[in-house]
C-alpha cells in the first residue's frame, strides 16, 4: 500500500519525472499521467452507462428517451465519464454489452440498483421494488463473468490487472431507503435498514480487495430531502420541516446523514484492517447542500431544487410526465440548473464532483493524493 512518508533532502531519481509529470497534469486540468490501467465501476443511475436500456430493451413499455451520451441519466456525462477522462482511459463500456473488450474497465452500475437483495425487500413486505435483478450482489457476479473474459487462465493476471485499476463502489443505498419511504416507512423503521445496507457495502468493497483491488472509491448518499422526486412526492404544510436555509426536506437527509456518517466509520475500519489497501469515501452529499444553499456561487441560475427536463409543478417535477416521456420540456440551459430529471443531476454539476474528488476536497484523501503516495512509496 502507499504510505505517506516524509521527504528526504535527495529525491529518487526514479520515479521524480513521473511524479513531476503528475502534479504537472494534476495542476493544468489536463488528463492525468495514465497510472490506472482500467476502471470498473458499480452502482446505479448516479453511474448507469448503458446497462439499464440494454437488458431492459424490448421490455418495458414507454421506456424514457436518453439524450447523448448513450443512455445517461443526464444531459451529458457522469461523475464516472469524469474520472475516465481525467485519467486518460476511455469511457466504461456497460458490461451487459456482450463481447465489448473490457481489459480497460466495465461498469456494472444499473438504474434502480440496490445495496441489498430483493430477498430483504420481499422479506420485509415492501413491494414499492421493481422486480429488477441487478442488486450489488448481482453486479459483483456480474464481474465475475467479465472477470472469466478477460483473464480466464490467469489468476494472477487478473489480481495484477486489479491492482492497477480503480475501483468505484457506488453510489448505493439510495434506491433502498427510497423503496422504503415509498412503502410508508416510518422514518425511524428506514433508519434501522442503515446497519445492513452499510455492511453490504463493505462486505463488497472486501469481496473486491480480495480479487486484488488496492484502490476502491466508495461514494456517499445524497440528500435525498433535496431531489425535487422527493420535495414533490412528499410535500408538507409543517414549514419546520423544511432546512429554511436550502428548503430540503429534514427527515430525508436526516437518512443520507445516517448513512454517510456510519459508511465512513465503517470503511475506516475497513482501512486499518486491509493496509495494503487504499478506501477513499467520496462525498456527493457536501457538494449537493452547496448547491443548494448557495447556486449562484456555482454559476446554477435554478438553484438545485428545480429540475431542467420534467412535467411541470413547482419543482418541475411530474411522475406522470417525467423527463423522456411525453409531455415533459427541457429547459434551454441544463448547466445552469443542477438537476437534469428531478433525479439525477446534470453535466455540469457530476463535472464539479469529479474535479472534488479528484483533487479534493470532497474525497477523503483525493485521489490525487492516492497516487501520488503510491508512486513515490
Not at 472469466?148 to 490467469?154: G, L
Not at 463488497?204 to 425535487?228: F, K, M, Q, T, W
Not at 416521456?325 to 445552469?336: H, I, K, N, R
Amino acid at each position: 500500500m502507499a504510505r505517506r512518508r516524509g521527504f528526504s533532502a535527495v529525491v529518487p531519481p526514479a520515479w521524480l519525472p513521473a511524479v513531476l509529470l503528475f502534479l504537472a497534469g494534476a495542476a493544468s486540468g489536463e488528463p492525468l499521467q495514465q497510472y490506472y490501467n482500467a476502471i470498473f465501476s458499480f452502482g446505479d443511475s448516479f453511474s448507469d452507462t448503458g446497462n439499464f436500456v440494454i437488458i431492459n430493451s424490448g421490455k418495458l413499455p414507454n421506456m424514457p428517451k436518453f439524450p447523448p451520451p448513450y443512455a445517461r441519466c443526464s444531459n451529458g456525462r457522469l461523475v464516472i465519464d469524469f474520472l475516465a477522462e481525467a485519467f486518460g482511459l476511455p469511457l466504461l463500456p456497460p458490461s451487459a454489452n456482450k463481447g465489448t473488450n473490457f481489459s480497460q474497465g466495465a461498469n456494472f452500475a444499473v438504474m434502480g440498483a440496490t445495496a441489498l437483495d430483493l430477498k430483504y425487500f420481499k422479506d420485509n413486505n415492501v413491494w414499492s421494488i421493481p422486480p429488477f435483478n441487478t442488486s450489488m450482489g448481482v453486479q459483483l457476479e456480474w464481474f465475475q463473468e467479465v472477470k472469466r473474459s478477460i483473464c480466464p487462465d490467469d489468476p494472477a493476471a487478473c489480481r495484477a490487472l486489479f491492482g492497477r485499476a480503480l475501483f468505484v463502489f457506488g453510489e448505493f443505498g439510495g434506491n433502498d431507503y427510497s423503496f422504503a419511504w415509498k412503502a410508508d416507512w416510518s422514518l425511524e423503521k428506514v433508519k434501522t435498514m442503515v446497519p445492513a445496507v452499510v455492511a453490504s457495502l463493505v462486505g463488497g468493497v472486501e469481496r473486491l480487495l480480495d480479487e486484488g483491488a488496492r484502490h476502491v472509491v466508495v461514494p456517499g448518499n445524497l440528500p435525498a430531502g433535496c431531489i425535487p422526486i422527493t420535495l414533490t412526492m412528499y410535500p408538507s404544510e409543517d414549514r419546520s420541516e423544511y432546512d429554511p436555509r436550502t428548503g430540503c426536506l429534514k427527515k430525508y437527509n436526516s437518512v443520507a446523514l445516517y448513512h454517510n456518517a456510519m459508511l465512513r466509520v465503517a470503511l475506516d475500519r475497513l482501512q486499518r484492517r486491509r493496509p495494503e489497501s487504499r478506501v477513499v469515501y467520496a462525498d456527493y452529499y457536501t457538494p449537493y447542500i452547496q448547491f443548494a444553499r448557495t447556486p449562484h456561487l456555482y454559476g446554477y441560475k435554478r438553484g438545485a431544487l428545480r429540475a431542467c427536463c420534467g412535467g411541470g409543478g413547482p419543482y418541475n417535477y411530474n411522475v406522470s410526465a417525467s423527463c423522456g416521456l411525453p409531455g415533459a420540456t427541457t429547459c434551454e440551459d441544463p448547466d445552469a440548473h443542477v438537476s437534469w430529471d428531478g433525479i439525477h443531476l446534470t453535466e455540469a454539476p457530476y463535472r464539479f464532483i469529479a474535479n472534488t474528488w479528484v483533487k479534493g476536497p470532497y474525497a477523503h484523501p483525493p485521489l490525487a493524493t492516492v497516487v501520488l503516495e503510491d508512486m513515490v512509496d
